[in-house]
């Protein structure tokens, strides 16, 4: 039984756990931005390949307490790292703390780094070499006011990197905070959904995928091909074992009204493979018909931190209360921001407000249940 922690954005610990647990997930704890579970191999394969939600998925291989920067060194040189990857695989040291008495993070990098290329000098008589921009071994520290965990990243690249963007868009969102949104919006395949500010198609593409049921990781390789551990056999085996895919008829639309946005979208949804149930069309939220008598809006729209002034936004949240009311009676319309004076704004009263972090930046998923004539509470 091997023991690993799976990071994710901050809001998402509950539905990640319920997503790791179906895939064999045993002993899981949720703690802030992620959930430590125990599990063989095999589940380190499916969670990586299948998970929507997770941002890296680790294998701890050290605990130890410490006090300074040379009590790392001691007990990170004690790991086997030569039994863990070979001397030729490029190397790469991340160390993050909370509440650690250290004064440089950036210090300690550098003596876990040397512990490592160290016990490889000793037993193969030669250091691994470091690259920090494409690493094909990371090592991951985090410490805390006495105990430093040593994990390696069987992920390598952030498991939101799905590999099908070909266009970025303005600030888009992680691709698993998109898929997150989706799932706490409560979709459900057979109703029609909406993005009428689709952007790059972050949301549009998240939600296709799952509906699909395609493995978000099925495009990418992985950390853990390039450790001694790895059985390829095994991860074939996991690869290619079918899973029925959905035959719901879906009806997802998207929208913007920037030309060049759009072109991102429709780049990234074809790059995605979900073009053929994904209608785009230009056009500005404010002048959207519904597509249909009744469904799930979900949005994220702009906010002072990314696309225009606060006084910008006083002018435009009004006017899309107004074109809410006016053209999506009957839906469920979800808005995902850091401004939150927006309910206020629309002059709508969320009928839930779950929150939420895009990075460590505050934010909060609103839902907002539009009825014919008014939407105040009974």
């Not at 390598?156 to 949104?181: D, Q, S, T, V």
Request: aromatic letters at 8%; hydrophobic letters at 40%.
């Amino acid at each position: 039984m091997e023991h690993f922690f799976a990071s994710s954005p901050r809001g998402l610990e509950a539905l990640l756990a319920a997503e790791l647990g179906p895939l064999g997930a045993q002993n899981m704890q949720q703690v802030p931005g992620g959930v430590a579970f125990s599990g063989d191999w095999r589940l380190c394969y499916a969670a990586n390949l299948w998970s929507r939600l997770a941002s890296r998925v680790l294998w701890r291989v050290a605990e130890f307490d410490y006090a300074s920067e040379e009590d790392l060194y001691a007990a990170a040189r004690k790991v086997d790292w030569p039994g863990l990857f070979a001397l030729e695989r490029t190397l790469r040291v991340n160390v993050s703390a909370q509440k650690s008495p250290l004064k440089s993070l950036d210090f300690a990098t550098l003596r876990i780094k040397d512990a490592v290329c160290d016990r490889f000098r000793d037993t193969v008589g030669s250091r691994p070499d470091v690259d920090r921009a494409n690493p094909q071994v990371r090592v991951h520290a985090f410490l805390d006011a006495t105990r430093c965990v040593l994990y390696l990243d069987t992920s390598g690249e952030p498991l939101f990197k799905r590999g099908w963007r070909a266009g970025a868009g303005e600030a888009p969102l992680r691709e698993n905070l998109a898929a997150g949104i989706v799932l706490l919006s409560g979709w459900k395949p057979e109703e029609p959904l909406l993005d009428p500010m689709c952007g790059g198609g972050t949301l549009l593409v998240e939600a296709a995928a799952m509906a699909r049921g395609r493995a978000p990781g099925a495009r990418r390789g992985f950390g853990f091909e390039n450790l001694k551990i790895f059985d390829s056999i095994l991860w074939n085996k996991i690869k290619h074992e079918e899973r029925t895919a959905k035959t719901v008829k879906l009806e997802i639309f998207g929208s913007d009204n920037d030309p060049r946005v759009l072109g991102d979208a429709r780049r990234n949804i074809s790059a995605a493979g979900v073009d053929r149930w994904v209608k785009l069309e230009q056009t500005d939220i404010l002048n959207r018909v519904a597509p249909a008598a009744a469904g799930v809006m979900i949005a994220n729209p702009p906010y002072g931190e990314r696309i225009g002034s606060k006084e910008e936004l006083e002018i435009f949240y009004p006017k899309l209360g107004s074109a809410l009311k006016n053209n999506f009676p009957g839906w469920r319309c979800h808005f995902f921001t850091a401004d939150l004076r927006l309910p206020k704004l629309v002059r709508l009263q969320p009928s839930r407000r779950v929150p939420l972090y895009n990075g460590a930046l505050e934010c909060r998923l609103f839902e907002i249940r539009i009825v014919a004539g008014s939407n105040r509470r009974a």
